[in-house]
């Protein structure tokens, strides 16, 4: 049956993945070479001999794991036995427990980041443009489709390598940046899982108390979406499918009756100014500011692309799995960046969207639906909940990464550390509710230097060192470090490629020598440096890697 039919039958939903060893008890190394069926019930010699030469070899069984004892691991069980909770961490999903595929599994693939990402915080984006580059309302819509379009092939290429492999994205990693050094690549991930949720909570938090006029506090708006959040991300997979497939329908719903009630108001006949200079130098640096920004955030889900696909067969076409992928991503992106847009070009000409704004983006956002009245007001909650279902499947992807970070890291169950992410989120966003567009404007940008290095080195190593020089990935080696890269090459590349990041940022509390003389103004072409210099620098470190170390 598949996941499009029904969701918790997906073995994710499992209480206990039926070969994770590392919930069944302690192994040495001596019992590495176990049989599926031992785990699964099976007393059939034929099938004990057919599974166990498919896919489970020594490489699947990690040395010596460390489980919950005592009091804590029946905690655990008991938790792990409810209904739909996804038991699975970071273990590798075997060919014989992945469920079929069809139409409707590659239609999931759109539907999912489609529904992800139609929310109002990544609307809130487009507010950036008009509002703190000064740009025009065609600037800002040209910069927002190539952005977007752009940043979306990112997480779609990484994407491709759930199926096939069975292992998480930043497991996959593993195989480009070595054992050691994927683990920095996940403290990462993790913080700019984190850093999108503070923000989804802090808008969702705005707006529920814009709606009641004040009388709830932003503090407890943001409690309501740090425990929904929460709830959905600790049950896993098969939860969070269900929740991203209809959870978007009521948001477009919204997202039209916005457009409808405010679309009038926008200022389409906005110019591109430059208030500091008066140069078009600082108008052309301000555009490639906000290209980089708007390319930051799509790209910025590829360290979690392959987390959402691992349960899809390896024949999945790669081909659709990267389209369907990236159509979700671009299509929502786009279309509620260009609200955004639409409503921060009205802020000049309408006085009471200049007030609102003043207060906070949820009010702004608030002030779009005038004159429809307590419609508006449920509009605007709607808008509100959009927040949180874009920051599940980024609480859950940081709970994995958490478990990425080492053997004891990974004996804490996956629901515990979504409690601890959420945990997190709920005190940074309490702390961060007045200072919304500062993240924006910082945190993301500072974010997608990083994730397009790391991206940069993947393809690389795709591309020059396996699919030319014919040499497979060995999915099954996952937790083997004598088998996977020492990492040299991809380390140094990746600082290297920082550097270049450094000199080319443009940010409110550094600019680097080089964004100074972007348009004799300054303007963040970070991204775009850090990327040439990794790409010039990995290949010949690579070579000598292989050359003197031999993998």
């Known amino acids: 049956m598949t996941l499009a039919n029904n969701p918790l039958n997906h073995p994710a939903a499992h209480q206990i993945p039926e070969v994770d060893v590392e919930k069944r008890g302690e192994l040495d190394d001596k019992d590495a070479n176990v049989n599926v069926s031992s785990f699964t019930g099976s007393k059939s010699e034929e099938n004990t001999t057919q599974t166990s030469h498919s896919s489970l070899d020594a490489h699947d069984v990690p040395p010596t794991p460390v489980v919950l004892r005592g009091r804590l691991k029946r905690w655990n069980d008991k938790i792990e036995s ?90 996959v990693a593993r195989y480009v940046m070595g054992y050691w050094p994927a683990k920095l690549i996940a403290i990462l991930n993790a913080i700019l899982m984190v850093g999108y949720g503070v923000i989804s909570c802090i808008i969702a938090g705005q707006m529920l108390s814009a709606v009641n006029g004040g009388h709830m506090t932003i503090i407890v708006g943001i409690i309501i979406a740090a425990v929904i959040i929460g709830v959905v ?84 076409s790669k081909k659709l799995t990267f389209l369907m992928t990236w159509l979700g991503l671009t299509a929502s992106f786009i279309f509620v960046n260009l609200i955004g847009v639409g409503l921060a070009c009205g802020v000049a000409v309408v006085p009471a969207w200049q007030t609102a704004y003043a207060t906070s983006s949820g009010a702004l956002l608030l002030a779009g639906y005038g004159g429809l009245g307590a419609f508006g007001s449920f509009c605007t909650v709607i808008l509100a909940l959009s927040a949180i279902q874009n920051n599940i499947p980024g609480t859950y992807a940081a709970a994995i990464d958490m478990q990425i970070l080492g053997r ?76 996977l890269p020492l990492g040299f090459a991809a380390l140094t590349a990746f600082l290297i490629g920082w550097a270049g990041a450094i000199v080319g940022m443009y940010q409110i509390w550094y600019a680097g020598p080089v964004a100074k003389l972007v348009g004799g103004y300054g303007g963040d072409i970070g991204t775009w440096v850090a990327i040439a210099f990794t790409c010039v620098t990995f290949p010949p470190l690579r070579w000598l890697e292989l050359k003197f170390v031999g993998r």
């Open 82 to 171: 409810l209904a739909g909770l996804e038991a699975r961490g970071i273990t590798r999903v075997l060919p014989e427990e992945k469920h079929d595929i069809s139409f409707m599994g590659y239609a999931q693939m759109c539907i999912l980041w489609f529904s992800v990402n139609v929310t109002v915080n990544n609307l809130a984006v487009g507010f950036l443009g008009p509002l703190a580059f000064n740009l025009g309302w065609v600037d800002s819509v040209l910069l927002t489709v190539f952005g977007c379009a752009l940043g979306s092939v990112g997480t779609s290429y990484t994407s491709t390598w759930g199926a096939e492999s069975g292992n998480r994205t930043l497991i």
């Open 233 to 316: 991300a600790l049950f896993g997979m098969a939860v969070l499918h269900v929740y991203e497939r209809w959870a978007f329908i009521p948001q477009v719903i919204a997202l039209f009756v916005l457009i409808g009630a405010a679309g009038p108001h926008f200022n389409t006949a906005l110019q591109s100014s430059a208030p500091v200079t008066g140069t078009a130098g600082e108008i052309t640096a301000n555009r490639l500011s906000f290209f980089a920004l708007q390319y930051s955030v799509p790209i910025g889900w590829a360290a979690a692309g392959s987390d959402f696909y691992v349960y899809y067969p390896t024949h999945t």
């Open 408 to 483: 004891y890291f990974k004996a804490v169950p996956r629901w515990l550390w979504v409690i601890v992410v959420v945990i997190v989120e709920f005190v940074c966003g309490v702390a961060g509710r007045d200072h919304l567009f500062d993240i924006f404007e910082n945190f993301l940008a500072l974010m997608g230097y990083w994730i397009s290095i790391f991206v940069t080195i993947m393809l690389e190593e795709h591309l020059l060192f396996r699919s030319l020089r014919h040499v497979p990935f060995d999915w099954a080696a996952w937790e083997d470090r004598k088998s």
